[in-house]
């Protein structure tokens, strides 16, 4: 089967790049396209328009904009084919998350369905096509709670799942892309050996079980030591690392020639070819693109940075970072303590970003400096340089003080 990509010619805002170059992992939205299909059975085809299709034989597409797992198109395959008769768009459950995510999304929010453009055309039809619901809840659920008075749901549930889908529109949706795509590559490591059926049999268990009743007093359990050997099984390092024997690193693909500093903490993240992590730095689920350098004891959670940085914010969590910028030691906020939606830039207009949480968004060559605040979801445009109040700065320096002098910032 041939699986068609339409070329729609989107472009990210506040990027500018083309949809196609977004960056996944440390992989083009193109590439990762390329990947999910032909994994799913297929094989990529690209187009201009839909008119182009050659009307010959059953066939699937998709437009060039959207983050697709091969996970969720496999799926979609599968149960398509099943009625081979009947043309199907494939379709989520409305629930909170899909009606949250439909404000930044073009996806179709009908009263039963969000509707994603993949179709599974059958040549000469004239049907209307069918919604074809995945379940893409179906992982193991990840639960971790919060304060109410910071998180009024009280727990943060994420579903360990190979099946995703999302519409790159923002830089945004870059940063949402490449948390779900580390969530797809846990999914889809299969451990071998009596560890990976001792994991597959307790995964598979706790699906079946379901949700824990919830009890006044939870007590959480620790988890069993042989989970950090199953963590650190499934790293994938790449040739002439130079890696400090203290380093800790578990779930985590590191690219050629990197060099990771001494008593580091790395999980579940993506890290290029060639970066330099300094010393004592701690990164959570996070991408880190090539040629960047961390300097040192940097706290990256949750964040993804383009290639070519100098990267030192010290704290940062729920960020994205272009290409070839330059970040220093700030306040970084990703919440909102007044309790106000946290906004974000969509066709040109300022919308709730329908999350609790949202760092700041950095666009390519930007260059931010030490002692500023950056509110959360804020955004910088490519290229523009930020300083602190001139109040706060030293600039000049008279070599002819004398001892005991007194000089203000600013002055």
């Known amino acids: 089967m041939k699986a068609y990509r339409l070329t729609t010619g989107a472009k990210i805002e506040l990027f ?3 949809v196609g170059e977004a960056l996944i992992q440390n992989q083009t939205l193109r590439e990762h396209q390329r990947i999910a299909v032909e994994r799913a059975g297929a094989e990529l085809v690209e187009v201009s328009r839909a008119a182009d299709i050659p009307a010959d034989e059953p066939y699937l597409s998709f437009p060039d904009d959207l983050y697709l797992s091969w996970g969720i198109l496999k799926d979609f395959l599968e149960q398509a084919r099943r009625t081979p008769e009947v043309p199907r768009i494939l379709a989520l459950s409305r629930n909170r998350l899909a009606e949250d995510l439909a404000v930044t999304q073009d996806a179709v929010l009908t009263a039963e369905h969000l509707l994603y453009p993949v179709r599974y055309a059958i040549p000469g039809s004239n049907k209307e096509p069918t919604p074809l619901l995945i379940d893409v809840q179906d992982g193991l659920a990840l639960r971790r709670k919060m304060p109410t008075h910071v998180y009024p749901p009280g727990e943060m549930t994420t579903y360990l799942t190979g099946k995703s889908i999302l519409q790159i529109i923002t ?4 940063h949402m892309a490449n948390m ?4 797809n590559r846990c999914a889809d490591w299969k451990p071998k050996g009596l560890l990976g059926l001792l994991i597959r049999l307790g995964t598979h268990l706790a699906k079946k079980r379901g949700p824990r009743p919830k009890q006044d007093e939870e007590i959480p359990r620790a988890l069993p030591r042989a989970f ?5 099984r499934m790293n994938q390092i790449g040739q002439n690392c130079d890696i400090h024997p203290s380093a800790i690193i578990e779930g985590s693909v590191i690219g050629d020639n990197v060099r990771i500093g001494a008593n580091c903490y790395l999980q579940f993240c993506h890290i290029g070819d060639n970066a330099d992590i300094g010393p004592e730095c701690c990164l959570l689920s996070s991408i880190i693109g090539h040629d960047t350098r961390l300097v040192t004891r940097e706290w990256v959670s949750m964040s993804v940075v383009y290639p070519g940085c100098f990267f030192a914010p010290r704290y940062i969590q729920f960020g994205l970072v272009g290409r070839d910028a330059q970040v220093f030691p700030s306040m970084y906020f990703d ?3 007044d309790g106000k939606p946290i906004q974000t830039w969509f066709r040109g207009q300022l919308v709730d970003a ?6 700041p968004i950095i666009g390519h060559r930007a260059k931010v400096a030490g002692g500023l605040t950056l509110v959360a979801g804020r955004m910088i445009p490519n290229g523009v340089t930020v300083y602190p109040n ?6 000049r320096v008279p070599l002819d003080l004398p001892e005991g002098s007194i000089l203000r910032a600013g002055s």
């Open 16 to 18: 500018g790049d083309p």
């Open 171 to 174: 830089p945004v949706h870059v």
């Open 180 to 183: 779900i795509s580390i969530l």
């Open 228 to 232: 950090y050997k199953y963590l650190k």
């Open 335 to 337: 919440y909102r303590l």
């Open 354 to 359: 329908k999350t609790f949480f949202l760092g």
């Open 390 to 395: 001139e109040s706060t700065l030293v600039s």
